[in-house]
């Protein structure tokens, strides 16, 4: 099989990336329509993350989000996207660049995107160039005193329970 020197595979995932940006730049306009909502899995360890030391302490290598019922003040800049949760109790400001997010779940359409975080590494050690640098997403800040929309904590669930078994 011929050399894939256009890499086909890292454009279809940024294209995908492209889908998940414009559904979050549609749902912090006008908010989830009807009952839709995701499960948005990302690494904690993707350079540009930033989450709270408590959460990185309970989620090393990988976290899963659910933008549903407790989620406020969403942010989407061009590389990331920001949003307010609460866990346990507690109030958090997450941001997430789109290139961090290993997959995207839409149950009630019955949607999921897989995404291969680590094809992307090879290519920029390869040819630093060939993989612009991504600018620190220029996201309003929360504002002092923000809080949830109500005192309910959301739950962070894993997507195991939605993934196909082999065999």
Not at 27 to 36: M, S
Not at 102 to 110: E, K, L, Y
Not at 132 to 150: C, D, M
């Amino acid at each position: 099989m011929a050399e894939d020197l256009i890499r086909y595979d890292i454009l279809a995932q940024e294209a995908l990336r492209g889908l998940v940006k414009k559904v979050l730049v549609e749902v912090a306009q006008t908010g989830l329509p009807g009952e839709h909502h995701f499960f948005i899995t990302f690494s904690t360890q993707h350079p540009g993350v930033r989450i709270s030391s408590r959460l990185k302490a309970q989620y090393p290598t990988e976290m899963t989000v659910v933008l549903q019922h407790q989620f406020w003040d969403l942010a989407v800049a061009d590389s990331a996207f920001e949003v307010g949760m609460s866990f346990k109790g507690v109030p958090e400001r997450l941001l997430v660049p789109f290139r961090a997010i290993d997959s995207f779940v839409d149950p009630h359409a019955g949607f999921s995107l897989k995404f291969d975080v680590s094809a992307i590494a090879p290519i920029a050690e390869a040819a630093p160039d060939a993989v612009p640098a991504l600018p620190a997403p220029q996201l309003p800040p929360i504002e002092a005193g923000g809080q949830p929309p109500s005192e309910t904590s959301g739950d962070v669930v894993s997507l195991d329970a939605f993934r196909k078994k082999n065999g």
